[in-house]
Nanobody
């Protein structure tokens, strides 16, 4: 079974940084794109970033471009989301997931198999 667990969240002041990790198990991690998405209270899920299976291609939603960086270490079955210049509107629970349809597609709109998320709170 696909298992994905996000970690690394916390409370950070506006302008600060956090690095999230996503530990994967139960499937061939290097054969899938990996997606980070978030969900703020009372809001819909929002795809944030996607990395292709080898990490060579990355995609971001407009609101995080230039601030967030997605990466992966296939040798460790782990993905990362480096978040800089954090804003209060980045406050959400962050999850990692795999594409809902084609395992190699890098989409921010359709994903599945997320596990436990990690809460990021940006506040002074």
């Amino acid at each position: 079974d696909v298992q994905l667990q996000a970690s690394g969240g916390g409370l950070v002041q506006p302008g600060g940084s956090l690095r999230l990790s996503c530990a994967a198990s139960g499937f061939s991690f290097d054969g899938y794109s990996i997606i980070w998405f978030r969900q703020a209270p009372g809001k819909e899920r929002e795809g944030v970033a996607c990395a292709s299976s080898n990490g060579g291609n990355t995609y971001y939603t407009d609101s995080v471009k230039g601030r967030f960086t997605i990466s992966r270490d296939n040798a460790k079955d782990t993905a990362y989301l480096q978040m800089n210049s954090l804003k209060p509107e980045d406050t959400a629970v962050y999850y990692c997931a795999i594409p809902k349809f084609s395992r190699l597609s890098c989409t921010l709109r359709a994903f599945r198999s997320w596990g436990q998320g990690t809460l990021v709170t940006v506040s002074s």
